[in-house]
């Protein structure tokens, strides 16, 4: 049984994280930033914790991840002002990762983007621009750490019903996408093989079992 907390926990990915994760018998703790929505925390498996990783500390967030053996960061401010973009998922996201290396949870799962990092190509007036800069900058922080991390790269997200199946790297092309049911599945596997750690895992839905294509 691995102890989980899942930031950013009533996200769409982090709430089918939330129910593949209890199901196999891990305790899960997921970090909600609104108290009405621990009734859907709570369905999906997880003991919902109200924690503003925005508005927290590293050692706020420290006194939640203790006990914890592994952080996934899914959480993220939404788009669409530049300055929440780089409180939540910069910030934020970096505060976190400080806070699970001083509370012991050194296994560290990001839930990034296909193509992020310094060379992610963004133009600087582009709405995209704040979120692609907030992501390398975490990415970045993380792969320097002493972390245990892997970090996710989905394609463009979709609502369609999960087939376990994906396609793992390449080059990201107009039309690929994964279902966050696909991205949580992946998220699940990679928590429960350290071959992954220290590994940045690019994917789209494709035809490959996740357990094949990540091996």
Known sequence: MTRVAIIGGHGKIALRLAKILSDRGDEVTSLIRNPAHRDDVEAAGATPVVAD????????????????????????????????????????????????????????????????GPGHGVPEDNSFYPYAEAKAAADGHLTASDL??????????????????????????????????????????VLADPATVGKRIEFNDGDTPIADALS
């Open 148 to 189: 245990q991390w892997t970090i996710l790269g989905p394609s463009r997200l979709t609502d369609q019903p999960g087939t376990g199946r994906v396609t793992v790297g390449g080059d990201r092309v107009a039309g690929d996408e994964v279902s966050r049911d696909n991205v949580a599945q992946v998220a699940a596997a």
């Open 53 to 116: 990783v925005e508005n927290l500390d590293v050692a706020g967030i420290e006194s939640v991840l203790a006990d914890q053996d592994a952080v996934v960061f899914s959480a993220g401010a939404g788009g669409g002002d530049p300055d929440r973009t780089y409180a939540v998922d910069r910030d934020a996201a970096i505060r976190s990762m400080e806070a699970a290396a001083a509370a012991g949870a050194t296994r560290y799962v990001m839930v990034s983007y296909f193509g992020a």
